[in-house]
């Protein structure tokens, strides 16, 4: 007997008990539609991480001085040198050998003014090499460059979220805001950041380093730095070197704890690709399970089916079939059983992917690739819980099979 035959009486057989062959195969639906949905879910998850790291960049650190406790005395802005920061940044420039940009930064929260608006959000003081750390380009202007910070030019690059709030739809480029009584000249519009940490990093407008000191800072002293290491060096070699030698340079001994805080956001982006990877393989296990509940359900219906036949068995082999071909019959009708399923199951999948996508607005990424998996799973389920029935029905007694009441 061929495929097409066995095939072809796998699905008159089916059909002669529809509502039975429905409920078998609801289990392969539900699973193969659980690893599609789930499994997009986690691969949308994973690549806004990815993206997010790409964005931030993950090969620098933070370094804060601002309220570190040292002999039982919590050190404010008070007790730290007010070029602290930018003579640190230079030395860690000129003698950590992993690390190839260093910045003070000095943020704060200020009321800006524009022609348009007035809004409260972030201003920061930083070196031009701040673009390179944070990978921070341009949509339209220009970066901050080396002259602005030696001229202390009154220039500023502004961030989306706070050019709409100041701007509207207006290009702020070239257009002119108004900070501590003091006018600065918007020269870039920086590029989509996003939020991480649940922080808008868009809410912001980025000042040369010194301009920044002197006409928005005040007294307000610079408490924290960034640096990156360099491409293809380990950031934890970089990290090292920059403690040390701010260890060194802060006259700490041996036993000291350090007089700063430093968190590299490489630490970070692992921490965050590692628990995405996690919630993935959870995901996967859990659409597994469905598919391998269905499959006993496949299997446990075909037992039944075998145990009806009986006398059908005992007919067949009667007439000259051997137990290959019982064997094949209920293996080949379990697999159609499991196909049929899995073809269902990944358009209800699919669908309610996209479902989810348009009418929840939830983060998916349907794989077409593992779809395709899932199918071939819901094949080999038929194949692997199909074998024991039609193995047993192949080993009935013909004679038993025909006196089976």
């Keep these: ?9 796998s699905l008159i057989s089916l059909r002669k008990n529809k509502i039975r062959t429905a409920l078998s195969m609801l289990g392969i639906i539900i699973g193969v539609g659980a690893v599609i949905t789930l499994v997009a879910m986690a691969h949308a998850t994973q690549t806004r991480i990815q993206d997010e790291i790409a964005r931030m960049g993950d090969d620098w650190m933070w370094v804060g001085y601002w309220g570190m406790g040292h002999g039982g005395v919590r050190k404010g802005d008070v007790e730290r040198k007010p070029n602290q920061t930018k003579e640190d940044a230079q030395a860690i420039v000129e003698q950590c050998s992993a690390v190839r940009a ?31 750390i944070r990978r921070w380009d341009v949509d339209s202007g220009r970066k901050l460059n080396d002259a602005d910070e030696a001229n202390c030019a009154p220039v500023c690059c502004i961030g989306l979220t706070a050019a709409r709030e100041l701007f509207g739809s207006i290009n702020p480029v070239g257009e002119e805001i108004t900070v501590k009584n003091s006018r600065f000249t918007i020269v870039g519009l920086l590029s989509f950041k996003g939020q991480a940490d649940r922080r808008d990093n868009d809410d912001i407008i980025l000042f040369p380093y010194m301009t920044f000191q002197r006409k928005v800072a005040g007294s307000e002293v610079s408490g924290s730095m960034l640096v990156a290491a360099k491409h293809g060096a380990d950031p934890k070699i970089a990290e090292s070197q920059v403690r040390n030698l701010l260890r060194q340079r802060h006259s700490l001994r041996e036993d000291d704890p350090d007089d700063f805080r430093l968190r590299s956001v490489s630490e970070s982006a692992a921490l965050k690709e590692e628990s995405s990877e996690s919630f993935e393989w959870l995901l996967k296990m859990v659409a597994g399970v469905s598919l391998v509940v269905g499959g006993i359900g496949i ?19 009667a007439i000259g079939a051997n137990g290959l071909d019982i064997m094949l019959q209920f293996l080949v009708e379990a697999i159609v059983l499991c196909t049929m399923g899995g073809i ?28 395709g998996i899932a199918l071939g799973f819901a094949f080999a389920t038929g194949v692997f819980f199909g074998f024991y029935p039609a193995w047993r029905a192949s080993r009935l007694d013909p004679i038993e099979a025909l006196r089976y009441e």
């Design 299 to 317: 299997m446990n219906i075909m037992l039944v089916s075998v145990t009806e036949r009986t006398r059908e068995i005992g007919l067949r082999m």
């Design 344 to 371: 269902i199951g990944m358009g209800a999948g699919v669908g309610f992917t996209y479902g989810l996508t348009g009418w929840k607005g939830y983060e998916t990424e349907v794989s077409y690739w593992i779809a």
């Design 102 to 132: 260093a910045t003070p930064t000095n943020q704060m929260g200020q009321p800006v003014k524009s022609s348009y608006n007035n809004y409260q959000t972030f201003v920061m003081g930083a070196y031009p090499c701040y673009h390179d």
């Design 1 to 9: 007997m061929n495929i097409g035959s066995l095939v072809a009486e």
